[in-house]
């Protein structure tokens, strides 16, 4: 799912800092703009890893910018950002015929490297 957050940024002397109004306490920074904005993107995905009521994004009309700042919209995709990141094992629970387990076994399948690819495809992600 993709989600939309207005961003400030702030050059500062070497570099920007961000500062992401609706999600209370994130902020990051970067060497160079493209940095500043991948580096925000991750630490948007940090911050809404462990929400359960994900923030609606603030119409930027709204913000009010300090003296150099603007204000940029970062794009937080988070299939692409629990690809990066996201490596924790969830064990799940299935049913094959015992004739195609056995053959499979035969064979040394490596069941669980098998249904991710399947989900890949499926899910087309």
Known sequence: MNRIYPVIFTKEDTGYSTVAPDLDGCFSEGDSFDEAYRNTQDAIGLFLEDLSDIPAATDPSDIVLGAGQFLCVVEFDSVAYYKKHGSRAVR?????????????????????????EALIKKLGV
Do not use: C, D, M, Y
């Not at 799940?92 to 991710?116: C, D, M, Y």
């Open 92 to 116: 799940k629970t299935l049913t094959i015929p015992a004739w195609l387990n056995e053959e499979a076994e035969r064979q040394h399948v490596n069941f669980s490297g098998i249904l991710q």
